[in-house]
């Protein structure tokens, strides 16, 4: 893998696992949750193959997977895609944690999921695994002794759905303020209708697949968003990567 910074006139050094992490810092000074996305895509824009991502996944976008998850408060992801995945909570190694401690960070950022029905297994990874207790957003009359009982903590909104406002003011009273949303679409969607998402990475494989897998993005709505380009980086093998920052001036 040999990742690089792709400007007009020429390619940076090589970035390593460090120098990845301070390309992408959040504000300073944060007074709400500023919400990051991250999604990889084929050429013909597949989110997945045969319904999970990680045959589009390369070396390059796992690391810079890896480097978000490094600088976030919270991991931040819709259940559909906690089941779909299998997902584990995050982690990270002991360098890792020595560098977000030096920049003020938890050693490990909790999973935060959101999930109307509260449609979580309590022996799933994301629970048995955890050293942070995973979060779950969920609605006001969803049953989660179980999950309360495995050690999930559990934040309620006050109707039967869980709005991007009451999401965000969940993450905002549990201090949470840089935000890295993983997925999925639906969730992605929402955040993308409602204006509460800050920047969107992107990762391009080196791969069409055809077929009829789905956009990164679902929503019943049109909601046009203008973004300002930040990073390119480009791999060798073809991988690139775009950061898309909303302009809200």
């Known amino acids: 893998?040999?990742?690089r910074r792709l400007e007009s006139r020429a390619l940076d050094p090589v970035l390593d696992d460090r120098v990845l992490r301070e390309l992408y810092p959040y504000p300073p000074a944060l007074t709400r949750p500023y919400v990051r996305v991250n999604f990889v895509h084929s050429i013909d824009g597949a989110m997945t193959d045969g319904g999970k991502v990680a045959s589009l996944a390369t070396p390059a976008d796992k690391a810079l997977f890896f480097a978000l998850r490094a600088v976030a408060d919270a991991v931040l992801v819709g259940a559909g895609t906690v089941r779909a995945e299998n997902y584990g909570p995050a982690g990270g190694s002991d360098e890792v944690r020595r560098w977000r401690a030096e920049h003020g960070l938890a050693p490990v950022p909790p999973v935060v999921v959101?999930?109307?029905s509260a449609r979580i297994e309590p022996d799933s990874r994301l629970v048995t695994a955890a050293q942070?207790?995973?979060v779950l957003v969920t609605a006001a009359a969803a049953d989660t002794h179980t999950l309360e009982q495995a050690g999930v903590r559990v934040v309620r909104c006050a109707g039967p759905a869980v709005t991007s406002a009451e999401l965000l003011a969940a993450l905002a009273d549990l201090g949470l303020h840089r935000v890295l949303c993983e997925g999925g679409p639906t969730l992605l969607g929402q955040l993308l209708d409602d204006d509460a998402v800050d920047e969107l990475c992107v990762t391009t494989s080196p791969v069409t697949m055809g077929g009829q897998a789905s956009r990164i993005a679902h929503s019943p709505n049109l909601a046009h968003r203008r973004m300002r380009r930040g990073h390119t980086l480009a791999d060798d093998?073809?991988?690139?990567m775009v950061q898309w920052i909303r302009d809200r001036a």
């Open 1 to 3: 893998m040999a990742v």
């Open 114 to 116: 959101v999930s109307a």
């Open 132 to 134: 942070v207790a995973p």
């Open 237 to 240: 093998d073809g991988t690139l």
